[in-house]
């Protein structure tokens, strides 16, 4: 089972403006081809598919972790995309019966890259990738052999570091490249502890070969601070208490890769600290909630202060 907090990962910036065009660029890093909607079904589908669970218990609690920890990648990304294609937060959009709309209010929208975002999907995200082709799981690498399934998703890491330097590269807003910083940092350690696993079952030290790509996280300001903290030296349970046997293999006197600031890896319960949703606030005239929504809200409203 999975448990939900309602807060992302990490923190988000508000974006500086409405930019529909940075958001389709965020879109690669969900519904890529080493998008978080890849990173989630291969392990998602190989934790369901595990052979030998008891058995191989630290192998298995780390795939099933990196899961966990994936789902909140997904939420994260389809946050900053809906930021982006929706603007700074904003408080007076909600109420009003949308006003005249025969004057084409939404003129701009057509020539944006991604125009279905907003037709059909009202500015919010979609598991489809920069170009509006479809994830699908065809993507999905779930062999039943221990060893083959670490060494296609340490590929699938290492991938996706590239992927999402060369989105990072091509977005300026502080929304999009704080989404492709912590997302820079937290596939560095998954691509780590996929190599540490394969050490640990195999004898090859792929470790060696990381970082891979040559990405030195230092030199990229988005990522500077999740480093200070330490965030590439943690893995997470996402559990009250299961999981814990991955220690033996993300743990164990192992430390950071060499470039990265020094330090004993560790394995911490629970989750990240995380922060806020940010608001998506309702624009009538779009029929986001409904034209004229205030019988909504009212409903809403009374429903609320039913569950405190």
């Known amino acids: 089972m999975f448990l ?27 519904g890529g081809k080493y998008g978080e909607m890849s990173t989630l079904g291969n392990y998602m589908f190989q934790s369901f598919n595990f052979r030998s669970k008891a058995k191989l218990r630290p192998f298995y609690s780390l795939v099933a972790s990196i899961t966990a920890e994936e789902l909140g990648h997904v939420e994260l990304v389809s946050n900053g995309v809906a930021m982006l294609n929706n603007g700074p937060d904003s408080e007076g959009d909600d109420t009003g019966d949308g006003g005249d709309i025969s004057g084409a209010p939404f003129d701009a929208m057509k020539e944006i890259r991604l125009a279905g975002g907003f037709f059909s999907h009202a500015g ?5 990738n920069s170009n509006a082709m479809s994830w699908n799981a065809d993507m999905v690498t779930t062999t039943g052999n221990v060893v083959v399934d670490l060494l296609h998703n340490f590929h699938l890491e290492c991938g996706a570091r590239l992927h999402k330097l060369r989105v990072y590269e091509s977005v300026k807003d502080p929304t999009a490249r704080e989404v492709c910083g912590y997302l820079l940092v937290r596939g560095s350690v998954h691509a780590h502890a996929y190599a540490l696993a394969l050490k640990q079952i195999t004898g090859a030290d792929i470790t060696k070969v990381l970082p891979t790509p040559n990405i030195p996280l230092g030199n990229i300001p988005e990522c500077q601070k999740y480093l200070d903290e330490g965030s590439h030296r943690r893995l997470y349970r996402f559990s009250p208490n299961d999981y814990k046997e991955m220690v033996g293999i993300w743990g164990n006197g192992e430390t950071a890769l060499p470039g990265d600031p020094p330090g004993e890896l560790e394995v911490i319960d629970g989750m990240p600290e995380g922060g806020k949703i940010h608001q998506l606030v309702g624009v009538p005239s779009a029929f986001t909630p409904d034209y004229a929504p205030e019988e909504m809200f009212e409903i809403a409203e009374k429903l609320t202060k039913m569950g405190r």
């Not at 807060?7 to 890093?29: G, I, V, Y």
């Not at 919010?124 to 489809?128: L, R, S």
């Open 4 to 30: 939900r907090i309602d807060k992302l990962q990490t923190e988000l910036p508000p974006p500086k403006r409405k930019d529909p065009n940075e958001a389709a660029a965020l879109q690669e890093l969900l």
């Open 124 to 128: 919010g995200a979609m598991p489809i």
